[in-house]
């Protein structure tokens, strides 16, 4: 007789509290799978709806695009500048003197 004839075999009742078992530990693995994709989930919500964080990001996204724009074309960026400076100056002069004119 070999070792593995000697053992004996398992009943079905032990087959069955083995199966339970393992699908309990299933259970607990797809339920922490769950809470793990959950939290994540949430995090990104999170994320999407903060608005002032959003700001922040767009920011920083601006002036890095107008940080490149300077490097590739200053003289461009340089006249954009001075045109939006006496775009707002112009705005602010006509509000100022609408204001005082009445």
Excluded: C, H
């Excluded at 490149?68 to 003197?97: C, H, K, N, S, T």
């Amino acid at each position: 007789m070999t070792a593995a004839t000697d053992a004996p075999r398992p009943s079905k009742r032990e087959n069955a509290e083995r199966e339970r078992n393992l699908t309990r530990v299933q259970a607990r693995v797809a339920s922490r799978q769950a809470r793990d994709e959950f939290a994540k989930t949430l995090d990104a919500l999170e994320d999407k709806l903060n608005v002032p964080k959003q700001v922040g990001i767009r920011v920083d996204r601006a002036k890095v695009s107008l940080k490149r724009f300077y490097d590739e074309q200053p003289g461009v960026a340089i006249a954009a500048a001075v045109g939006v400076a006496a775009a707002v100056g112009g705005l602010v002069w006509l509000v100022v003197r609408s204001k005082l004119g009445d």
